[in-house]
Structures are given as C-alpha cells and as structure tokens.
C-alpha cells in the first residue's frame, strides 16, 4: 500500500526533479497531485520517464485533506501560506524553502546526518529541507565528526546558477551568447555579469558583512550536526547550470589522517570517494548532474593546524541539495511513522 503524495511547485526546477526522483526512487504512491500557481494551471508535466502525465492543479484551490505528505517547492511566500493549511488538514508538510529551517518546532533533516531527529515533526507536521550548500557539506562532515570531532569548518562555495532557479540559468545563457555574438549583457537576476565571471554575493547582505547564504550555512550546520561546530563561509555564484562545488576546511579535537579520512568517507553514505592524485583524478559540477551521491575528492592534511583537513566536495544541488533530500525525508518520514508501505 501506497502513500497519497502531493508535489507543489511542480512547473520549476526542483519540482520537476521531485517528480523524477520520486519516479526513479519507485516512490510508493497511490495517487499523485502536482500542483502550482494559477499561471501553470491546466499545464501537463511528466512523472519521470514512466510515460504518465499529470494535470497542475491550482494550488490555491486545492484540499489536503486526506493526502498523506506534500514535498513543497513554492519559496518562502509561498510556504507561509500554504504549509500551516497543509499541516493543519494532517497533510505532512516537506518544505524546500528557508522559512521554517530554524524553527525549533520543525525538524531540519539530512537523512544521512540526523534522522533521529525527524520523530519531532508531529509539533508542527513540517519537516524543513536544508540549503543545497549545507545538504551537500554535511554529508561528508557527519562521518568525519563522528571519528574525530570538527571544531571548526571553513567553506568556500562555488554555486551553480541553478540555484537560483530558471533564471539564473536563463541570464547564463543569454549573457553567454551575447558576448559570443558582440551583443550587450545586461544583468537581471544577479548582480553582475555572471558569464564568465564570478559573484561572492548570493541572496542578501546582513549587519555583520556576511549574506544570508552564508548566515544559513552556519546556522544549518549547528542545527543539524553539532551546534558547537564553528563555521565561516564564502559563497560565490560561478558560471556553472547545475553543480555546487565547495572547497573545505576541517579543524578537529582528535587526530585524524588523511587516509583515514578516505577510508571512512569510501564507506559513508551518500558520499562517493573519488580521490587519485593525477590529472584528473576528482570530480567536478558537470561529472555529478543527475547523480544522487555526494562527492568527495583531494582530501589532504593540512600542516597550519594540529588536526585539520581539507577537501573537495561537488553535487547536483537540484538533487540532494533539494529535490532528492526531500525524497529521502520523504522515505524516512514513511518508515518510521507513517508505516503504509
């Protein structure tokens, strides 16, 4: 027996590859409703390469009541609305957006890292998806934490425009062509040229100099790891569609090597250890779209601290930085509650 499943925000980026995931996954579903504004109303979309279609339904007018989990992919306005009338018809709520991640009520959950921590999900009947950064960076920093306990995690990002959605990759491409052909760029969605070009800038300034995005990778991390972990971050938008890519630094309490670094992280999982010291010998953004792992690569000790390591980590943020850690909460939320499959 099967769940009733509702996907919102079905139209964009993420939605589309919930509904692939789930697909893929062979997802236990009964009934499937995909929903999304009144502007993709009546719209067909594919559930995967089943070969079915569905019709989106409005979302404004659509009734929970009776359906079992709905993986959300609507922003943070969207959510605000919708998740507590969700929530509220007994509808679980799986949310990829940032409103309810810091919530005490509302468990944040990498299935990797902290799947004890979904049994809290009956206070508000959400479960929070994290930031595609964070998603990706602790998975290879929970087996690592484990051994040797990180003290402090400094992180540079290298984020695909992906991540801000279809016209993030839109402008890249535009932006690409332009300078090909000798037309002029203009820059809508970001801040600057993105083609060919770098931007340490990604969602919004705070007081202290840092962005929001930085501000959730720190305080995501805490939630979900350790909260005595401390993080600094840099997040950079690069000329890239689909792929994050970090470089990280690692300071632990307790010895630990290199090459017992990689022999943890090969058997880790959701982590995929690619790591030869030749050309070529590690895995970049293009290598990990479509891909469900983690990568990690150029693991090596770092002779500035006692105890400290860096590395190299890449994902297909549209998958398990969003549409594929909802899909495994999704898992973890049926196994151990909802018990129909």
Known sequence: MGYRVVVAGATGNVGREMLNILAEREFPIDELAVLASSRSTGDMVDFGETGKQYKVQNIEHFDPTGWDMALFAI?????AI?????????CTVID?????????DVPLIVPEVNPEAIDGYKARNIIANPNCSTAQMVVALKPLHDKAKIK????????????????????????????????????????KQIAFNVIPHIDSFLDDGST????????????????????????????????HSEAINLEFE??????????????????????KRENGGYVTPIECVG???????RVREDPTVDSGLSLWCVSDNLRKGAALNAVQIAELLGRRHLKKA
Do not use: H
Request: charged share 25%; glycine share 8%; aromatic share 8%.
């Open 254 to 275: 307790d010895e630990i090597s290199a090459e017992e670094a990689q022999n943890i992280l090969r058997e880790a999982p959701g982590i995929m250890l690619v790591d």
């Open 82 to 90: 919708y998740a507590p009338k969700f929530a509220a018809a007994g």
């Open 152 to 191: 402090r995690v400094v992180v540079a990002t290298y984020q695909s425009v992906s991540g801000a959605g279809k016209a993030g990759m839109d402008e890249l491409f535009e932006q690409s062509r332009a300078i090909f052909v000798g037309d002029q760029v203009d820059a809508k969605k970001f801040t």
């Open 291 to 297: 891909e469900y792992a983690t990568y990690v690569s």
């Open 212 to 243: 929001k995005e930085e501000w959730k990778m720190v305080a995501e991390t805490k939630k979900i790891l350790d909260p005595k972990i401390k993080v600094t971050a840099t997040c950079v938008r690069v000329p890239v569609f689909v792929g």
């Open 96 to 104: 990829n957006a940032s409103l309810y991640r810091m919530d005490p």
């Open 75 to 79: 922003g943070s306005e969207g959510s």
